[in-house]
């Protein structure tokens, strides 16, 4: 059975920092993309960052430079780092596998406030 599972979210205030896991089971992940996806309160889904399988990054404006996504294939996790938090960070951070098809984890909240 494939799982995505994420950890790592929280409360933390703006300017801090946070480091999202993904833990993926059931297949191995290294030949799959691998992304980062919000959901802001009120807001659709969207994608905030990708891996592929050789290690190319790609990051939507609004995180270039603050946020970094990486990838461990040998232990299949994906990783986000976020740094420089601000408060349209705050959402629920889903990962998300693709190869010929997409699987999803539940997502892990993240909340930026003072």
């Known amino acids: 059975q494939v799982q995505l599972v994420e950890s790592g979210g929280g409360l933390v205030q703006p300017g801090g920092s946070l480091r999202l896991s993904c833990a993926a089971s059931?297949?191995?992940?290294?030949?799959?993309?691998m992304y980062w996806h919000r959901q802001a309160p009120g807001k659709s889904r969207e994608s905030v960052a990708y891996i592929t399988p050789g290690g190319a990054t790609t990051y939507i404006d609004s995180v270039k430079g603050r946020f970094t996504i990486s990838r461990d294939n040998a232990k299949n996790m994906l990783y986000l780092q976020m740094n420089n938090l601000k408060t349209r960070d705050t959402g629920i951070y889903y990962c998300?596998?693709?190869?010929?098809?997409?699987?999803w984890g539940k997502g892990t909240q993240v909340t930026v406030s003072l």
């Open positions: 998300q596998g693709v190869e010929e098809k997409g699987y």
């Open positions: 059931g297949r191995d992940f290294s030949g799959f993309t």
